[in-house]
């Protein structure tokens, strides 16, 4: 059985201070722990309909 991992699209934002500074990715923990509970939330109803 082959089995892939999932795509995980983590909410973020790049910022800089000016046209000449590098982007600075910025990344809210909030919505970030949101994102890999729902996740996990998923991958329990796919796995649960495999079983079926």
């Known amino acids: 059985m082959v089995r ?3 795509l ?3 909410p973020a ?3 800089r201070a000016s046209a000449a ?4 990715l910025r ?3 909030a ?3 949101e994102t890999v509970k729902n996740v ?3 991958l ?3 796995e649960a309909s495999l079983e079926k």
């Open 13 to 15: 934002s790049l910022e």
């Open 8 to 10: 995980i699209l983590i």
């Open 40 to 42: 996990g939330n998923s």
């Open 21 to 24: 500074a590098r982007f600075r």
């Open 27 to 29: 990344v809210e923990k």
């Open 44 to 46: 329990k109803k796919v």
């Open 31 to 33: 919505k970030v722990k």
């Open 4 to 6: 892939y991992a999932p």
